[in-house]
Nanobody
């Protein structure tokens, strides 16, 4: 199992920027893919972005393409989500998770963090 802890959330104005981090511990030797999901109140969990273990393959949800960038630093066991030009509709709790392959399907992710709140004001 892998333990994940998100950080970096907070209040940001629309058009600003924010970087989320996800620190992994435990069985980090497994070459897992990782992803970001988000969930707003009253809505289902939504796929944001995913990245392969090597970082050479990334996948983004349509709503964030061109604005968010996913990256990882395996030496630091850390996953990142750079949020540029965030919009109020990006407001949600953001979760990181691990999977055996790059995918947008939440059910295929095994380990999840507790989430970090991101609030985008207009």
């Amino acid at each position: 199992q892998v333990q994940l802890v998100e950080s970096g959330g907070g209040l940001v104005q629309a058009g600003g920027s924010l970087r989320l981090s996800c620190a992994a511990s435990g069985r980090t030797f497994r070459r897992y893919a990782m992803g970001w999901f988000r969930q707003a109140p009253g809505k289902e969990r939504e796929f944001v972005a995913a990245i392969s273990w090597s970082g050479d393959s990334t996948y983004y949800g349509d709503s964030v393409k061109g604005r968010f960038t996913i990256s990882r630093d395996n030496a630091k066991n850390t996953l990142y989500l750079q949020m540029n030009s965030p919009k109020p509709e990006d407001t949600a709790i953001y979760y990181c998770a691990t999977a055996v392959a790059v995918t947008s399907v939440a059910a295929l992710y095994e380990n999840w963090g507790q989430g970090t709140q991101v609030t985008v004001s207009s």
